[in-house]
């Protein structure tokens, strides 16, 4: 008799990131597999989407604030200070989607 063991599928992980319209940063790290919310509220708040990939935004990620996307597509994204905004920038690179210009 073999054993058989079910593989979970890993859940996305993302970072939100962006300005909003006062030039104030904001950022959030979101755990889930609705990316479908998600990509409404980065386009709704003009947020850009990046998969945490790199060792450097695991790092990022872990010092965001955990952001929350509701049903009703509402959702938050907290302001953080400038200088992990600049860094999540900065490593985010190519790998960041920008919703500003769908």
């Not at 300005?19 to 950022?27: C, M, Q, T, V």
């Not at 409404?40 to 850009?48: F, Q, V």
């Not at 907290?78 to 919703?99: H, I, K, N």
């Amino acid at each position: 008799m073999t054993k058989t063991t079910k593989t979970i599928p890993e859940r996305r992980k993302l970072i939100l990131f962006g300005l909003d319209e006062n030039k104030k940063p904001r950022a959030a790290r979101f755990i889930g597999d609705d990316l479908g919310l998600i990509a409404k509220a980065a386009e709704a708040m003009k947020l850009t989407i990046c998969d945490i990939k790199s060792p450097a935004l695991v790092e990022l990620a872990q010092k965001l604030p955990e952001g929350r996307v509701h049903a009703n597509g509402r959702s938050f994204v907290p302001y953080v200070r400038q200088d992990l905004y600049d860094s999540v920038v900065a490593a985010a690179g190519s790998d960041a989607s920008d919703q500003t210009n769908p």
